[in-house]
């Protein structure tokens, strides 16, 4: 089973996750500067990409920018992934092809250390997608205690339209679903929470 086909009702069944959902998490995160580069990308690319509405052109044009600028901020000492094969389970159904990942190394041609799961929402339903992002970083977590990857207490998550953004966090067992939506029209908000995930500081 793929990592799409879990709902949230079945990854808190299956692993016994808690699910938080009243809690903001991360609007005391501060905005980052973000290059004149990604400002004229996005003002040119999110029309366009809303326009066409396909998954896959919201992913190529607006959220692997944004991705792409994060690791740009973080000095390129991250790296980030797209349709990686993250196998860690497969009695489990924790198999499967994961939509983006964010590393917390630079190593780029393989998967180490994943701290960030970032998930499409299919049909543009965010809510629908929960189940899948919350697999991935239950997966993830997993992922580092088996290859001994120390000062990662936590893993993060996203599922984004490209549009709207909803952060998620995952922490002994309990997976936390922020209460608000971030939209592209505030692209450095949204980085500065990718940055300050990738920094354990979220």
């Known amino acids: 089973m793929p990592y799409s086909d879990f709902t949230l009702k079945k990854v808190k069944e299956q692993f016994d996750i808690r699910v938080v959902e009243d809690q903001e998490l991360y609007s005391s995160i501060a905005a980052v500067g973000i290059s004149a580069y990604l400002t004229e990308t996005l003002k040119y690319n999110v029309p366009l990409a809303l326009a066409v509405g396909t998954e896959k052109i919201r992913s190529e044009l607006i959220i692997a920018n ?12 991250v790296s980030f992934f797209s349709g990686v094969q993250l196998d860690i389970d497969k009695q489990q159904n924790l198999s499967g092809f994961c939509n983006f990942v964010i590393s917390k190394s630079p190593e780029q041609y393989y998967l180490n250390a994943p701290v960030i799961a970032i998930v499409e929402a299919k049909n543009e339903n965010i809510s629908g997608s929960l189940g899948q992002c919350i697999a991935e970083m239950h997966a993830s977590r997993l992922f580092n205690e088996q ?9 993060y998550g996203a599922v984004t339209t490209g549009n709207a953004w909803k952060f998620l966090k995952y922490e002994d067992g309990v997976a936390y679903i922020d209460v608000p939506e971030y939209h592209i029209t505030d692209p450095s908000k949204i980085i500065g929470i990718l940055v300050a995930m990738v920094n354990q500081e979220a």
Do not use: F, H, M, P
Request: charged share 30%.
């Open 66 to 77: 944004i991705l792409l600028e994060v690791r740009r901020i973080l000095c390129d000492q």
């Open 147 to 155: 290859e001994g990857v120390a000062g990662l207490a936590k893993i």
